[in-house]
Structures are given as structure tokens and as C-alpha cells.
């Protein structure tokens, strides 16, 4: 089964540094098959025994800390669910590629606090909520919103992690190779 794993906050201003190329190769010790990395922000599409993805996330997880001495929250999913989560967005339009954006959201999140987020967007950001991702489309840039993914993962009370649409995209084209 083909997975995409999302890691959160590496390779950020100096901070939780991990080479892609040694992310690949802990994945390749865990027996996942395949490993891709897309660029340096974390993200890895592999193919692995079908199994369920908390267990996946919980050993990609204990791997990381063990080798990097460091906790990184990672949002995991298979190829099909993310697939789904990117055809859910009805904010997609080809004009507004550049300024989209998908917050991955682990399970539980609270959206109680929905109303707070949306207190928080500029003129012409429009955001959509579900309970898998929380589509952002910021007209001014993602540097100039305080929609951040920080500020979404207060108030949803969640882990999560934001990506940009091609960014998302192109994992679905990686994993579709792996088919």
C-alpha cells in the first residue's frame, strides 16, 4: 500500500534539521519500500505493508526521536485518503494555485473555536473546514496571514501541518507512480 507521511516543523530556521537522504534511509530501515522525499520541509511517500496509519505514524515517529533525539508530530495517510482530502477542496481554481494552502489535520481536532479562526482572516482569505484539513486560500500570501498553521493547531486543539496545493499535488503524482 502506498502512504504519504507529512513531518512537521523540520528543517525550519535552523531548527529539527533532518537531510532528506538520512529521512529516507530511516524509512528504509523501518521496511517501508520505494521512499520518496519532496522537498526539505518532510515530506515522504513510501509503500509498506498494509497496516493502519496511527501504527505507521507512531513507528515513523519513535524512529525519528530515537535517531534525531527530537519529537516531530507527522500526519499520515494512505495514497487514497489523501487523494480524497485534495478532491474535497472547493476553493481550487487554477488562478488561486499560488495561494492555496491545505492544513492537515491529525484526529480530534476540536473546531468549537471555528468562529475564532475565521475572526482572524484578511480581506478575501477564504477557508473551508473539514475534519481532515482546513482549506486556506489567502489572496495577500500565506506571509501575510494569520491563519497560520500554529494558530490553526491552537485553536483546533490538534496537531497539524500546512502544505501549498502544488506541494499536495505533487505527492499524489509520487504515489501515483508507486501504483
Known amino acids: 500500500m502506498v502512504y504519504i507521511a507529512l513531518l512537521r516543523g523540520i528543517n525550519v530556521s535552523g531548527q529539527k534539521i533532518i537531510k532528506m537522504?538520512?529521512?529516507?534511509?530511516?524509512?528504509?530501515?523501518?521496511?517501508y519500500t520505494d521512499v520518496q522525499t519532496y522537498i526539505q520541509s518532510g515530506n515522504i511517500v513510501f509503500r509498506?505493508?498494509?497496516t493502519t496509519t496511527t501504527l505507521l505514524k507512531e513507528q515513523l515517529q519513535n524512529a525519528i526521536k530515537e535517531k534525531f533525539g527530537f519529537d516531530v508530530p507527522i500526519?499520515?495517510?494512505?495514497?487514497?485518503?489523501?487523494?480524497a482530502i485534495l478532491q474535497q477542496n472547493t476553493l481550487y481554481a487554477q488562478e488561486?494555485?499560488?495561494q492555496l494552502y491545505l492544513t492537515y489535520l491529525n484526529e480530534g481536532a476540536d473546531f468549537t473555536l471555528q468562529a475564532d479562526i475565521e475572526s482572524k482572516m484578511n480581506e478575501g482569505d477564504q477557508?473551508?473546514?473539514t475534519p481532515q484539513a482546513v482549506y486556506i486560500y489567502v489572496p495577500q500570501g500565506y506571509g501575510k496571514t494569520k491563519?497560520?498553521?500554529?494558530?490553526?493547531?491552537?485553536?483546533?486543539?490538534t496537531e497539524a501541518t500546512t502544505?501549498?496545493?502544488?506541494?499536495?499535488?505533487?505527492l499524489v503524482e509520487i504515489g501515483q507512480?508507486?501504483?
Open 21 to 31: 537522504t538520512d529521512l529516507k534511509a530511516l524509512c528504509e530501515t523501518l521496511g
Open 163 to 170: 502544505r501549498n496545493w502544488k506541494t499536495s499535488n505533487k
Open 127 to 129: 477557508l473551508i473546514f
Open 96 to 98: 488561486k494555485e499560488n
Open 177 to 179: 507512480q508507486l501504483l
Open 75 to 83: 500526519c499520515l495517510y494512505t495514497l487514497t485518503d489523501f487523494t
Open 147 to 157: 491563519l497560520t498553521n500554529t494558530f490553526i493547531e491552537t485553536k483546533l486543539k
Open 48 to 50: 509498506s505493508s498494509p
